[in-house]
C-alpha cells in the first residue's frame, strides 16, 4: 500500500490547452473523488466514482472537465481548452468506506 | 453555499498549551464530522472524526467536541506541539451522499516555542 498516487505534481499550461491528470488509488478502495481546492479555500468536491460507475457530478464541472475510470482502478481528470480560472489544486482521494485517503494532488498553473 | 464554516481563519498558540478549532455548519442533514490537517504540498491527512450519534470523541492528544442543537463541533489539541502547525479543514458527510466531503475554508495553526 503505497498511498493515492497524483501526477503529475505541478502542470503549467498556457490558456486553451487541455490538460489531464492521473491518480491511482490505494488498490482495494473502490470509491474515488477528485476535489479542487483554490487559495483559501477548503477543497470542494467535483466528482465521485463507486469502482468504474461516475455516480455524482458537482455542477462546479463544467461541459470542460471530464472524468473516467476505466476498469474501476486509476482515474484521469480532463480539463478542455483551460482558463485562467481553472487554476487550483486537483486532489485525488479514495476510500472504502467514511474517511479518506488523500493524494498530494497535483498544482495546476494556467497561464 | 458555504454549508461548514471555520470563522478563524489563524490561531497562535504556545507549544504545551490548549489548541482549540472551531467549526459551525448549517445543514442538520450532516450525521458525521471529520477533521484533516494539511502541511503545505502535500494532501490533507485525517485526524479525527465523530457520528453524530456522539457528542464527544477522543484518539490521544485529540478530542473533538460535538454540539448538535449548535451545529458546533470544536478539535481540542493539547498539548500543543510544534509539528501541529499546519491547516486544519473540518468536514461534514451525509450518511446518503457517498461519502462526499463538505469542507470549510480552515484553520492555520501555528505553534510557538
Known amino acids: 500500500d503505497t498511498g493515492v498516487s497524483q501526477n503529475p505534481r505541478h502542470k503549467i499550461t498556457k490558456r486553451g490547452q487541455n490538460v489531464t491528470f492521473r491518480c491511482d488509488p490505494i488498490?482495494?478502495?473502490?470509491?474515488l473523488y477528485w476535489y479542487r481546492q483554490t487559495l483559501g479555500q477548503g477543497p470542494e468536491f467535483l466528482t465521485y466514482?463507486?469502482?468504474?460507475?461516475?455516480?455524482?457530478k458537482s455542477r462546479l464541472l463544467s461541459d470542460r472537465f471530464s472524468a473516467e475510470r476505466p476498469k474501476g482502478s486509476f482515474s484521469t481528470l480532463e480539463i478542455q481548452r483551460t482558463e485562467q480560472g481553472d487554476s487550483a489544486m486537483y486532489l485525488c482521494?479514495?476510500?472504502?468506506?467514511?474517511?479518506?485517503?488523500f493524494g498530494s494532488g497535483t498544482r495546476l498553473t494556467v497561464v | 453555499d458555504q454549508q461548514v464554516k471555520q470563522n478563524s481563519p489563524s490561531l497562535s498558540v504556545q507549544e504545551g498549551r490548549i489548541s482549540i478549532l472551531n467549526c459551525d455548519y448549517t445543514?442538520?442533514?450532516?450525521?458525521?464530522f471529520l477533521w484533516y490537517k494539511k502541511y503545505p504540498a502535500e494532501g490533507p491527512t485525517f485526524l479525527i472524526s465523530?457520528?453524530?450519534?456522539?457528542d464527544k470523541n477522543e484518539d490521544g492528544r485529540f478530542t473533538v467536541f460535538l454540539n448538535k442543537s449548535a451545529k458546533h463541533l470544536s478539535l481540542h489539541i493539547v498539548p500543543s506541539q510544534p509539528g501541529d502547525s499546519a491547516v486544519y479543514f473540518c468536514?461534514?458527510?451525509?450518511?446518503?451522499?457517498?461519502?462526499?466531503?463538505?469542507f470549510g475554508a480552515g484553520t492555520q495553526v501555528v505553534v510557538t516555542p
Open positions: 482521494a479514495t476510500s472504502k468506506s467514511i474517511g479518506y485517503t
Open positions: 488498490s482495494e478502495h473502490n470509491r
Open positions: 466514482f463507486q469502482n468504474e460507475a461516475q455516480l455524482e
Open positions: 445543514n442538520s442533514m450532516f450525521d458525521y
Open positions: 465523530i457520528s453524530s450519534i456522539k
Open positions: 468536514a461534514a458527510s451525509r450518511s446518503d451522499s457517498w461519502g462526499k466531503l463538505q
